[in-house]
């Protein structure tokens, strides 16, 4: 019978030939996880902002629901309430609608900010890299070279 190949063993063993520091891709899965949790904190509290705006706006949109849905004693007057809901509504949608667009550019700076701090780290990483394996190259080149 023929014998089955363990790849795993293979895999280790070939891996195992080709030592590899991994503190480098540690490092950046850190770092993103870092940068997803900070992004994630941005977009959950501009969540909880909109809920908030979008709660207080419906609150008062039924509120002069409630306003117009009495009972009047002269037919004009029906006429009159649904004008004033009808400017009441331009001016809570205006208002509203502002709201959300302090928001918006809030999550915009924030996210700008986050990125801007991430590019840096990464440079920064980066740089450290080169210069590490820079260093690895010149001490290898210097142990090979022959001497005089």
Known sequence: MTKTVDYTKMMKDMMGAFPMDTSPMQDAFKSQAALAEKMSKVALEAAEKSTEVSTKWTKSTLAKVGEISTVKEDPADYSKAMTDFASSSAEMAAEHVAA????????????????????????????????????????????AAPTK
Do not use: R
Request: overall charge neutral; cysteine-free; charged content about 30%.
């Open 100 to 143: 959300f667009a302090e928001i918006a550019k809030k999550v915009q700076m924030d996210t700008v900010e986050l990125m801007m701090a991430a590019g840096k780290d990464m440079q920064e990483e980066t740089a450290a890299a080169v210069k590490k394996a820079t260093d690895t190259a010149t001490k290898a080149a210097k142990t």
